[in-house]
Structures are given as structure tokens and as C-alpha cells.
């Protein structure tokens, strides 16, 4: 079946790195543009960042641009998201999200905690 499986959240000091890692299966990775989403909590879940099917285009939101790098890896089934300078505010649960190409189609993972606190 369809999995999407979050890694690599923790407990990080303001200014400090994570890395999170999102292992698909289930489905053809590589046909899916994978993105990353995060809800802090009492918000919405909002978007962070995006990566197209080859991994050629990126995008991010402003509140991460600078910082964050999304990237995948197609053979191994996973996208990872690179968070440098961590702030306060990015404390939230990470998700990893696959959106089928050209379809409605799209699956979410369970998340990963982050939480940055001195």
C-alpha cells in the first residue's frame, strides 16, 4: 500500500540544522512532485517547499526561503528537506506530501515533530 513515512525531526537549538527525510513506496516516486508542508500548533498547515518530478525546480515560501533545501532522490524513493538557521517559529510537525502529475491524486505522510527551543 501507499506509504509516506517522515524522519529525522527532533529537538534543535534556535540557529541549529535538521535534516528530514520522507521514504515513499507504494507508488511510482517519480512521477509525483513532491512537497513539504508544516502546522504549527493552534495554525494551518502550510506549505514550505516544492520539487518537481526530475528534481530541476524548487520552490519555497518566504518564511523558509534561504534556509531550507528540498531535494529528492528518485532511486531511492525519498525527498529530504534540509533546514539550516532554525528559528523559534519553525516549531511544528513536518509533512512530506506527493501530488500525482496532471491528476487529483495525492497522498500525505503521518509527520515528523520539530521543535526549536533553547
Known amino acids: 500500500q501507499v506509504q509516506l513515512v517522515e524522519s529525522g525531526g527532533g529537538l534543535v537549538q534556535p540557529g541549529g540544522s535538521l535534516r528530514l527525510s520522507c521514504s515513499a513506496s507504494?507508488?511510482?516516486?517519480?512521477?509525483?512532485?513532491m512537497k513539504w508542508y508544516r502546522q504549527a500548533p493552534g495554525k494551518e498547515r502550510e506549505y514550505v517547499a516544492g520539487?518537481?518530478?526530475?528534481?530541476?525546480?524548487?520552490d519555497y515560501s518566504d518564511s523558509v526561503k534561504g534556509r531550507f533545501t528540498i531535494s529528492r532522490d528518485n532511486v531511492r524513493k525519498t525527498v529530504y528537506l534540509q533546514m539550516n538557521s532554525l528559528k523559534l517559529e519553525d516549531t511544528a510537525v513536518y509533512y512530506c506530501?506527493?501530488?500525482?502529475?496532471?491528476?487529483?491524486?495525492?497522498?500525505w505522510g503521518r509527520g515528523t515533530q520539530v521543535t526549536v527551543s533553547s
Open positions: 507504494g507508488f511510482t516516486f517519480h512521477y509525483y512532485v
Open positions: 506530501k506527493a501530488e500525482g502529475m496532471g491528476s487529483d491524486i495525492a497522498y
Open positions: 520539487v518537481t518530478i526530475d528534481g530541476g525546480r524548487k
